[in-house]
């Protein structure tokens, strides 16, 4: 056995570590065996291994959010990623470029090659290869631009469903490769990622703005014609 588990938060260390990697604590115990099944008198692990996104929760919450779920999406996805590469991140920076002219582009780049390289250690094939993923997100700001000039509502309405949908491709097809690469590195003890805190005041915090935002064009849009 190589690694062990903390009994505090579940998540995995080396079987040589005298201290959790992310609590500190001292306690450990066995992982259960590749079936899933637990173990009599120990504790079943679900946050060390609580990795998996569905791609329809993604596809959900993005259409919600108008696509800005892809902030929430690189922030936890970089943050799982770290404990696999090996070096530092910073996941709230890095979420952040996506708002950075072209170099938001390189670490897009950057995050998805990470996932390929990962991917290919199992054998799995990336469904969002860099290359890919950048095209989408260069015809995402590029519809950005032109859409910011355009006056005719059904022009607008397309240009933000084609927006849409290409953010969410991004998204979904990447997550599956992760979800194959998770499942292959941990089996069955791998888990579905809860709708946490976090996650739940991100995407309260989105809706409300948007609603607000809403509510300010029909506010202008009554006082422009009045």
Known sequence: MDEKVCAACGRTN??????????????????PPES??????????????????SALRVILFSGLTSGVYV????YRTWKQLQSETGETHYPFWH???????????FRMHRHLSVIQELAGRKGIESLMP????????????????????????????V??????????TLMARAQMTLNAYWSALHGNRA???????GEARFLI??????????????????????
């Not at 099944?37 to 060390?48: A, L, S, W």
């Not at 240009?159 to 969410?168: E, N, Q, Y």
Request: proline residues 7%.
């Open 14 to 31: 080396p079987v040589d570590a005298n201290f959790c990697s992310q609590c500190r604590s001292e306690k450990f115990v066995q992982p």
């Open 71 to 74: 902030l929430y999406w690189l």
């Open 191 to 197: 888990a579905r990622f809860p709708l946490w805190l």
């Open 159 to 168: 240009l933000v469903i084609v927006r849409l949908a290409l953010v969410t």
């Open 36 to 53: 899933g099944e637990p173990v009599p008198g120990q504790p079943q692990i679900t946050e060390g291994h609580a990795l998996l996104i």
């Open 130 to 157: 860099p290359g890919l993923g950048v095209t989408l997100m260069a015809l995402f700001w590029l519809i950005i631009i032109v859409g910011g000039n355009q006056v005719d509502i059904w022009n607008v309405i």
């Open 95 to 105: 979420a952040a470029t996506f708002f950075v002219p072209v170099y938001g582009l």
């Open 205 to 226: 915090a989105v809706l409300a703005i948007q609603l607000v935002l809403q509510l300010l064009l029909v506010r202008a849009a009554i006082a422009a014609t009045a």
